[in-house]
């Protein structure tokens, strides 16, 4: 990730989570957890076709625990109309799209306006994807309601930079639209100051949080992830799960999902034992 301020980290010069659980203990005295968590590669391994990636049955009974306890909201790339059913608790606060369409208990609603302006553009883009890239073995185009994913995991060596270069010039065409990449995909999303970091600080509004008496807790593993940690570099706690290439902004690293359920387990014991 270029630009990244100086305190941005290799993953692997990182603490475990699990290691600084008595750290954690201290901030937790006397404050209450607001956790975020990332869905694909944090609840959820990363696998080939993104329907396949199923919560299990251990780390859904471990979400409904942690919600009984504090504040939970799923924050994903994924649309709100997949992510939601995916973990299927009525309980928890759900940001799809990175943020730009949120829903909770309570009424608690967000369709962010900039994005509804740009949906003719991206439905202008999609159009010319398909057209491009439709063809391409192994390649999927995902139209998601605020951005369109191009994946590219199933695809040669040689395909996957024809799925670039056709993203890219797409993008070049629409200056509405910006490009983002993932784990084995390209996105287009409107070109407006939201992700999940902003949308993290509208939740923390929204929900009546933000304030010294709540610690925000954020759990993901991607690169969209850090602009959510470097929101909370400040004022919260961010733990990246894997070990990317580039330099992080989190605090904290976990190893894979199942750290992530252990590592969760233990914040429910912390907060009931207090």
Known sequence: ?????????????????????????SRLADASPVVFLDYDGTLTPIVSQPEDAL????????????????TVAVVSGRDLGDVEPL????????????????????GLR?????????????????????????????????RKRFAIANHYRNVSDADALVV????????????????????KVFELRPDINWDKGRAVLWLLEALGVDDSSNVPIYV??????????????????????????????ARYRLKDTSEVQQFLGRLISLVCER
């Open 110 to 142: 967000l369709e962010y306006e900039g994005g509804v302006e740009h949906l003719p553009d991206l439905e202008r883009a999609e159009d010319e994807l398909r057209a491009r890239i439709g063809t391409v073995a192994g390649a999927r185009v995902e």
């Open 87 to 106: 973990v299927g608790l009525d309980e928890l606060i759900y940001a799809g799209s990175h943020g730009f369409d949120i829903t909770g208990p309570g």
């Open 220 to 249: 993901g593993d991607d690169v969209t992830d850090e602009d959510a940690f470097r929101t909370l570099f400040d004022r919260g706690i961010g733990i990246i799960v894997g070990e990317p290439s580039y330099p992080t902004l």
């Open 55 to 70: 919560l299990g049955g251990e780390m859904r009974d471990v979400l409904r625990l942690l919600a009984r306890a504090c």
């Open 1 to 25: 990730m270029p630009n990244e301020p100086v305190h941005a980290k290799p993953a692997s010069q990182l603490s475990s989570a699990l290691d600084a659980i008595d750290d954690l203990a």
């Open 164 to 183: 670039e270069t056709s993203v890219r010039d797409v993008a070049a065409r629409h200056e509405r639209l910006r490009m983002s990449g993932g784990k």
